[in-house]
């Protein structure tokens, strides 16, 4: 059975919107590395998205506004536009020397609360260029109550909150992971990587020349909101309030022009292939 849900009024400011803009709040900040502290000018420099830091070794920032090779879409680990803006970071999930994994970390703008259900989700790209060639699987993510640097480490333990078990292989496109889960503890921070040890994790050499394995990582989100686990197409009915539909269309990026709409308040409907989401909306440009 579809679920239907609808919410109190927000504001939209721009005549683009993402169908993430109508949701509860995300409580990852900065979850697209767009807010920088300053543009990277090289490699290991993640702590350069605010709020973003090492949670072990030496991860990535890349972002357009760099006049390095640490740019994007053409950085010094391969060629990839954002997933959304213009900014992403990079991990390491796996070395040719034993055990090397690059972590990412945030904290989140609050706790988890015990007993509430989560949705969490972000979009990798597999890197090949250079050096990078090695494709694995484990990519995921996992919480934690202690936060981590690269003076603590967090532990390579053969445990995540969820990972993919496929083998990422994906040059082109980015690839959402996500699942949900009932919050166990009062979660302060967020981190993403491979957290399995060489003999926990699967590897395909794609040229037969590299010997890292490596991928973008954007778009990251923690919320109570379900939509967010949407997947594929989305078909999009905007109705004014006497009934009728002012706007019918469908969607695979998230992505809503909206420009064309006059202001005022509307009802949005959202279809995926599994469920039903309907919200109040105040769009004004």
């Given at each position: ?174 690839i959402k992971l996500s699942t949900s ?105």
């Amino acid at each position: 059975m579809k679920n239907i849900l609808l919410i109190t009024l927000l504001f939209l400011t721009s005549p683009f919107w993402r169908v993430s803009n109508v949701l509860a709040q995300n409580l990852v900040p900065n979850p697209s590395f767009e807010d920088t502290v300053a543009c990277p000018f090289g490699a290991g420099q993640l702590n350069l998205a605010s709020g973003w830091s090492s949670y072990r070794n030496s991860p990535d920032y890349f972002n357009s506004c760099s006049n390095s090779n640490m740019s994007v879409p053409m950085n010094i680990a391969g060629y990839q536009f954002a997933h959304s803006g213009n900014a992403y970071c990079g991990v390491a999930t796996w070395w040719i020397y034993p055990n090397i994994r690059e972590y990412v970390g945030i904290q989140l703008l609050s706790p988890t609360i015990i007993g509430q259900k989560y949705y969490v989700s972000f979009f990798v790209s597999f890197s090949c260029g250079g050096t990078v060639s090695i494709a694995t699987n484990k990519m995921g993510c996992t919480l934690s109550t202690l936060p981590y640097s690269v003076g603590n480490p967090f532990p390579i333990n053969n445990q995540s909150l969820f990972h993919s078990d496929s083998i990422l292989t994906d040059t082109v496109n980015w690839i959402k992971l996500s699942t949900s889960f009932i919050a166990d503890s009062a979660y302060q921070y967020l981190i993403i990587g491979n957290f399995y040890d060489d003999n926990n994790t699967d590897t395909l050499s794609v040229n037969n020349i590299g010997n890292v394995g490596y991928y973008y990582i954007d778009d990251v989100c923690l919320t109570t909101d379900s939509i967010y686990n949407m997947e594929g197409e989305l078909e999009i009915k905007i109705y004014d309030l006497v009934g009728r539909i002012v706007r019918h269309t469908k969607i695979n990026n998230n992505l809503l022009n909206t420009e064309s709409i006059s202001d005022g308040i509307y009802l949005i409907k959202i279809d995926s292939k599994d469920k039903t989401i309907i919200k109040k909306i105040l769009i004004q440009h």
